[in-house]
């Protein structure tokens, strides 16, 4: 027990996010079929685009092991939510949606929840995590959320 409470505190230390002004303009956004080079885990080559409440914003995620993220998953439940439409190790067909940033509740440890369309629905972008819910819930839903069990660590580098 005492060692796994090292290893979360030693993953919480190691994972902390730091962040650039979040008002600092991007050079140019980034399409959101693309994946940033993955040469450099931890720096600017691996930033991607996400919408946080209808905004683009950039960070950088870094998956940490398979160990520490189950153990992220039962002992932290203040992780934040990535909502990504492919694994974060892939291609994205859209821009991944965020559920909050460092003035909104930001948490740097990330559990990747995959958007998957259910059969007559087209796929297409959602904006904030509201839309997500939402299009989850109901009826009829039009999307279902499949929790990945990956956990990722955020810096966010850059707003719009």
Not at 13 to 32: D, P, R, W
Not at 115 to 137: C, K, M, R, W, Y
């Amino acid at each position: 027990m005492k060692s796994e409470s090292l290893l979360i505190i030693a993953v919480l230390a190691f994972s902390s996010c730091n962040k650039t002004s979040l008002i600092e303009q991007q050079a140019q956004a980034v399409s959101g079929t693309n994946v940033a080079n993955a040469s450099s885990e931890n720096g600017r080559e691996s930033a991607r685009p996400v919408y946080y409440d209808s905004e683009l914003f950039t960070v950088n995620m870094k998956e940490i092991s398979e160990d520490a993220a189950a153990k992220i998953i039962k002992n932290n439940s203040s992780a934040n939510i990535i909502y990504a439409y492919n694994d974060l190790d892939d291609p994205q067909d859209f821009n991944s949606v965020i559920d909050a940033i460092p003035a909104d509740g930001f948490n740097p440890l990330w559990l990747q929840m995959l958007i998957v369309f259910n059969p007559g629905f087209t796929a297409h972008q959602f904006f904030s995590d509201e839309e997500v819910l939402d299009a989850a819930s109901g009826a009829n839903p039009e999307i279902t959320l499949v929790n990945s069990g990956e956990i990722y660590r955020c810096s966010v580098i850059g707003g719009s």
